[in-house]
């Protein structure tokens, strides 16, 4: 078909020839309904609407036919997504259902950190120290009372020698008295006794301290040989090892416990068993229910989008007006550039008219390309003309099955997919 650019629309001819016409302007739905009011083909019609007739003429069906059999096609793919998804959710448990993802990777999650601090605390406990406990306990004490019985001793002696000092201190006094006065005579004997009443002490404390010691001392090397130790150095590093085995134990303890704690929670969340394969399991298949019920509602959405796009035309066969929305300044999209290059290949016997406010389109009905700019180029100075046909004329074999294709969820290939 013939591209003519229209500058307003009283360029276009009361009696328009067959042919492509195209006009850019600020406010294109208002030019589009007044255009379409002029050629009396009814309302303006979308680029989806314009692509179904296309295939409706180009194939001698009516639209009414097309969009019939495009609503069954994407009904029977509803009927396939409703089953698959039907199907994804039958797999995962009832209690399950209703529990957010989220909710689920965190109680997941918690039994995972769980059974790691148990295979931690496993790891570090290690063998226990051998070392019996009475003994060891026994061994315990003897050493606290031969170092009790050391220290009365020690504090007995200071305090028999103070006696001792006072002692003399007193008989030396009472030997001066004397020499100035025999009054003191009768104290005289107080100068031998009372330092040999404090050394008596003195020996007193010394002996009974003593023997308390050893007799501690005794027990203690009882014990250390019920416990299998030479010495008490040796048998306090060993009960400090069996402290802190017990320690490691009791941590041990603590996360066997949190790990059933999270077991049963996951097991009330869900219903199902907290092993780690059956865990993972129940992820899948709640990721995969999600994923189809997700698919499901996209396909609905895309369903009443192109039910709504494919409306039928007032007149098939007759004038066309297409309006492409956007701004100024938007770029045209593939499916839109495939759409003027079928118009510009088939032939149409109707004057068709595209009405849009995008610069672009005026630059593709003047050369048939698109100008992009190249990546970088901040000024636009070394523009080059990107040259779609071939690209389009890829995409053109996709447009052309997409009325057959409406619900097969297959992406494209790689050839559509690169556009």
């Known amino acids: 078909m013939t591209v003519t650019l229209l500058s307003s629309p009283a360029d276009l001819p009361a009696d328009p020839p067959d042919g492509l016409f195209v006009l850019v302007r600020e406010t294109p739905a208002e030019e589009a309904s007044a255009l379409a009011a002029t050629l009396g083909c009814g ?11 296309l295939s409706a003429r180009a194939s001698a069906t009516a639209p009414e036919e097309v969009a019939a059999e495009a609503a069954e096609q994407r009904e029977a793919a509803l009927d396939l997504a409703r089953e698959r998804a039907a199907e994804a959710l039958d797999r995962v448990p ?10 689920l990777q965190n109680a997941s999650a918690a039994v995972r950190a769980a059974e790691a601090a148990v295979l931690d605390a496993r790891a570090q406990l290690g063998e226990r120290p051998e070392l019996p406990a009475e003994a060891a ?47 003191l005579d009768p104290l005289f004997v107080l100068v031998a006794a ?66 059933a704690e999270a077991r049963r929670r996951w097991t009330g969340l869900t219903g199902a068993s907290a092993g780690p394969s059956s865990i993972a399991a129940l992820l899948r298949t709640v990721e995969e229910a999600e994923r189809t ?50 118009l510009r290949m088939q032939e149409v016997p109707a004057p068709v008219v595209v009405v849009s406010a995008s610069s672009d389109l005026a630059r593709w009905a003047g050369a048939g390309t698109v100008d992009t700019a190249v990546e970088g180029d901040a000024e636009g100075a070394g523009a080059q003309v990107l040259d779609i046909r071939e690209r389009v004329m890829a995409s053109l074999d996709r447009l052309r099955a997409r009325a057959a294709s409406f619900g097969d969820p297959t992406p494209p290939g790689d050839m559509a997919a690169e556009g």
């Open 293 to 342: 019920a997700a698919g499901l509602a996209r396909l609905e959405a895309e369903a009443e989008a192109e039910g709504a796009a494919a409306a039928p035309i007032d007149d098939p066969a007759g004038a066309l007006v297409i309006l492409l929305e956007g701004a100024a300044d938007d770029a045209l999209d593939q499916e839109t550039l495939v759409l003027l290059e079928r």
């Open 194 to 259: 009372l330092p040999l009443t404090a050394l008596l002490h003195l020996v007193v404390t010394l002996g009974a301290n003593t023997w308390t010691a050893r007799t501690a001392a005794s027990l203690r090397a009882a014990a250390l040989r019920d416990a299998g130790m030479a010495t008490m150095t040796g048998l306090v590093a060993r009960n400090a090892r069996v402290k802190a085995w017990t320690a490691r134990a009791d941590a041990l303890a603590a996360a066997e416990a949190g790990l």
């Open 94 to 103: 009832t209690r399950a259902r209703g529990v957010p993802r989220e909710r």
């Open 43 to 53: 309302r303006p019609v979308t680029a989806a609407q314009a692509a179904l007739n």
């Open 137 to 183: 306990q026994a061994a315990l004490a003897a050493e606290e009372a031969v170092t009790g019985a050391r220290q009365q001793r020690s504090v007995g002696v200071d305090r028999s020698s103070k006696l001792l000092l006072a002692a003399n201190a007193a008989g030396i006094l009472i030997v001066a008295g004397r020499i100035r006065t025999p009054a």
